[in-house]
């Protein structure tokens, strides 16, 4: 899967809908147990020079993950600042085209032998058939970096299946997927006790 900064203009407006699916995406962080956070009380967003990908604009999921970004450090404590922040907050998007093999019975048994489908399987003298289902897979990164070390201190990320639901309304599922993200963020600002994220 390709990674990709700051959201390509078709991929960004995929990934986020990954957080209407009805089980929900699949959430995932790592931290730097040698770092102390109650050093941290600041942060900014990474330009996109720095983040390696030089735009001359933002586009409009761009501003929505930043905007979520922001809304959720800032609830935790954090205070967000032009220069000399202490934390850098980066994120990525990615899509991967994905086939999932399934395979099913072919033929069942006649009408009368329904009852015995609630209990066990049938005969393996049927059949099966192969099906191939293809869906987009979407994926959010989100980055905190210690500002003065250049070094990744935290990390977290969101991967589902994407909806047709959520692309036709995505600022809601951006929304969510970044809040689901840093359910899984075990620190406030100021302090280094963990808060007991979600477990994964």
């Not at 390709?2 to 209407?20: D, E, M």
């Not at 066990?120 to 869906?135: D, M, R």
């Amino acid at each position: 899967m390709n990674r990709l900064t700051w959201g390509a203009v078709a991929g960004a407006a995929l990934v986020l809908a990954l957080s209407a699916c009805a089980t929900g995406p699949t959430i995932r962080s790592d931290y730097d147990q040698n770092t102390d956070f109650s050093q941290y009380s600041t942060f900014r967003i990474m330009t996109s020079e720095e983040a390696n990908e030089p735009r001359s604009y933002d586009t409009l999921t761009d501003q929505r993950i930043r905007a979520a970004i922001v809304r959720e450090l800032t609830a935790r404590g954090y205070r967000q600042v032009e220069e000399d922040a202490d934390l850098l907050a980066n994120f990525a998007v990615a899509t991967k085209e994905v086939q999932e093999v399934q395979r099913a019975p072919s033929s069942y048994p006649p009408g009368w032998y329904a009852w015995r489908g609630s209990y066990y399987h049938p005969w393996p003298a049927y059949t099966y058939e192969t099906y191939i289902t293809s869906y987009t897979r979407g994926t959010l990164y989100i980055d905190l970096v210690d500002a003065d070390r250049r070094q990744l201190v935290w990390e977290g990320e969101a991967e589902g299946r994407v909806t047709e639901k959520a692309r036709q309304d995505p600022e809601p599922a951006i929304n969510n997927a970044v809040a689901e993200i840093f359910a899984r963020f075990p620190f406030r600002a100021g302090s280094d006790a963990e808060q007991s994220p979600a477990a994964d």
